[in-house]
């Protein structure tokens, strides 16, 4: 499985952007398909996600301002990035297909196929 991520940029706080994923098969054919960011000098950590199914799940710092979306058609997902926050800069990869961490970390997962980042910057 390949994934390429595009649209990231530059933008001013409080602007939207909108970041894409697409995926080299069928996305209903994958359990999940998921976005993670890496601020520089920190770990990086799980944006948002949707499974095979449509459900999706936010990290906190994300709910009601980003929101996934995803053209089954192109095999695509999107993040909608809305009120940028200059705390939201960071490179974002999508990731596909996963399974749990295990019992210890419940809604934790490890990703099997990774894109390349797309950097995504908010100037305040």
């Known amino acids: 499985v390949q994934l390429q991520a595009s649209g990231g940029g530059l933008v001013q706080a409080g602007e939207s952007l909108t970041l894409s994923c697409a995926v080299s098969?069928?996305?209903?054919?994958?359990?999940?398909v998921a976005w993670h960011r890496q601020a520089s000098g920190k770990q990086r950590e799980p944006v948002a996600s949707?499974?095979?199914?449509?459900?999706?799940t936010y990290a906190d710092f994300v709910k009601g301002r980003f929101t996934l979306s995803r053209d089954t058609a192109k095999n695509t997902v999107y993040l909608h990035m809305n009120s940028l926050k200059s705390e939201d800069t960071a490179v974002y990869y999508c990731a596909a297909g996963r399974t749990p961490v295990g019992p210890a970390r419940p809604g934790v997962y490890e990703y099997y196929y990774w894109g390349q980042g797309t950097q995504v910057t908010v100037s305040s």
């Open positions: 098969r069928s996305i209903l054919d994958i359990n999940a």
């Open positions: 949707v499974t095979s199914g449509g459900f999706t």
